[in-house]
């Protein structure tokens, strides 16, 4: 699986609270950059966003890919926005 992607949508969300996550919950639609597949089909995925501030989401915007342990028994995706401080890129 691709460890990077751009973002192609995203909500926030302030309600229902689930417990391990922080609120307002940045919920992105990423697509993750191509790899060698049968067919070159785009794949996306919905993941939470985290280490980002709700500014720095817009359409487009590059993310890194983080997995991460919620609990125990549970790791998920997260997505990093990825902003000319973390990418090398000088303003």
Request: glycine letters at 6%.
């Amino acid at each position: 699986m691709p460890l990077s992607g751009s973002i192609h949508s995203f909500v926030v969300a302030h309600y229902p609270q689930v417990p391990s996550f922080d609120y307002p919950l940045p919920i992105l639609l990423v697509d993750l950059d191509p790899v060698d597949a049968p067919g070159g089909e785009k794949i996306r995925m919905v993941m939470n966003s985290a280490d980002t501030d709700l500014e720095s989401l817009v359409i487009g915007a590059r993310v890194r890919i983080d997995i991460r342990s919620t609990d125990p028994d549970m790791k998920l995706p997260f997505a990093i926005v990825e902003t000319s401080s973390s990418n090398g890129a000088s303003a």
